[in-house]
């Protein structure tokens, strides 16, 4: 039989479920499947870019989300901050898989490996493929 520790109680019950980030899972055997390291694509064309870099470090927790709608990719797969803002995206060349096993009901998640902040004045360039590395698992 499953216990609610006292300090949620019943009403928490609900926001517990409903948080993203605080899943409920009752599976005893799940566990963490490292899928791949990839860049985050796009991270020029976000909106203060730089100070959302400066705020991440290495280990911290993205949320992945897809976006069929997406008109210039349907296997759009976004790359959310761990406070919840638009850093990029999972390039297109390698989000067909994980695109496939989102759609398929499995959750998948990142941590930031690497991040980069770029200087001020650097706007163009290879650079920018290197100022978000992360690591994309699924729970299984």
């Known amino acids: 039989m499953f ?8 009403s928490g019950l609900g926001s517990l479920i409903e948080s993203e980030k ?3 899972f009752l599976r005893p055997f799940s566990r963490e499947i490292e ?4 860049e985050v694509a796009g991270c020029r064309y976000r909106e203060n870019i730089r100070e959302r870099l400066k705020g991440l470090k290495a280990g911290d927790h993205m ?11 349907e296997r759009a797969i976004m790359v959310m901050g761990p406070d919840e803002s638009f850093l990029g995206y999972i390039p297109r060349r390698k989000n067909e898989v994980l695109s496939a096993l ?8 990142a941590r930031a490996e690497r ?3 770029p200087e001020a004045d650097l706007d163009q ?12 698992f699924m729970e299984d």
């Open 63 to 73: 949320t992945l989300i897809r976006e069929p709608s997406n008109p210039y990719d």
């Open 102 to 109: 989102m759609d398929a009901g499995k959750y998948l998640f």
């Open 35 to 38: 899928l791949m390291q990839t």
């Open 22 to 24: 605080e899943k409920l």
């Open 125 to 136: 360039g290879m650079y920018w493929y290197d100022v978000l590395i992360i690591r994309v």
């Open 3 to 10: 216990h609610l520790p006292a300090e949620i109680g019943i």
């Open 115 to 117: 991040v980069t902040v």
